[in-house]
């Protein structure tokens, strides 16, 4: 099985020789969260959508607990996606997760990526001395033990919250059974990688040009979360847009797309 296969990988958009722009989902979803932004590059960019392993329509025999129990794992299956496609220094847009799964993969093979686009990053969510990640240590472990106990109940409540726009239901609906798609037991350990993680430490060594995305109001990543990514990655640039939620590529695809055409135009 190639590595493009094991993930469900598709390429579309500018001919072969265009620049490469390859799109990350984050916790609980697949490639097509990425439905209503990625169109909106193929006219230029090679355009290039997976499915992390446990996701979507990737591998399911592909996860490794041990390999994947670290976002280093997961950093080190994009790069071996980038080394198989061979499409040259890429545009990585990486959304919640996948932004530091991005950044990992970045440090570890700079010459892989010309840019990064980091929607929603947060390098630890868990608030600390001097840092506000947005969850007390508390909530993060209730959080884990209610999905422990009860998955899909948990997604039914969370995904909205997530979401935010409780006036367009049909958004929470989507990322509820986005969750609900979800290999459950897969779920869990992927929810205990992302959210008891901390890589802070991790940015100081990327070189590699990037983009911040920040909604104005994010549950999961607060503002303040996305200035200190900024200010701490080299050769960042901050974009704050007028959406609320933690899926501005659901909710506000054009403040998004916007966002990225002004960041990456010439």
Not at 13 to 27: D, I, K, L, N, Y
Not at 194 to 205: P, Q, V, W
Not at 209 to 226: H, K, M, T, Y
Request: charged letters at 25%.
């Amino acid at each position: 099985m190639t590595v493009a296969s094991r993930h469900s990988a598709t390429v579309s958009g500018a001919p072969e020789g265009a620049p490469a722009m390859v799109f990350a989902h984050g916790f609980g979803c697949d490639q097509s969260m990425w439905r209503l932004v990625a169109p909106a590059f193929e006219d230029t960019y090679r355009v290039v959508l997976f499915d992390h392993v446990g996701a979507g329509g990737s591998d399911l025999s592909a996860y490794d607990p041990d390999r994947h129990s670290s976002l280093d794992g997961y950093a080190a299956d994009v790069v071996e996606l980038l080394d198989e496609l061979a499409l040259g220094p890429v545009v990585f847009v990486g959304h919640s997760v996948s932004a530091m799964i991005g950044l990992l993969a970045a440090a570890r093979r700079p010459e892989l990526f010309d840019r990064l686009v980091l929607v929603g990053p947060s390098p630890r969510y868990i608030d600390d001395d001097g840092y506000r990640g947005g969850f007390s240590a508390d909530e993060i472990d209730e959080l884990l033990e209610t999905m422990d106990s009860n998955y899909l109940g948990w997604s039914e409540f969370i995904a909205p919250v997530i979401m935010g726009n409780p006036d367009r239901p049909k958004l929470g609906e989507e990322l509820t059974n986005a969750f609900c798609r979800t290999d459950p037991a897969i779920a869990k350990r992927f929810a205990r990688t992302t959210f008891l993680s901390d890589n802070r430490t991790d940015l100081a060594a990327v070189r590699t040009p990037s983009l911040v995305v920040q909604c104005r109001e994010d549950v999961i990543a607060p503002v303040e979360v996305g200035r200190y990514v900024h200010e701490h990655l080299a050769d960042s640039e901050f974009c704050l847009i007028d959406a609320v939620g933690h899926c501005p590529n659901l909710s506000a695809p054009e403040a998004l797309t916007t966002a990225m055409r002004e960041y990456l135009s010439p």
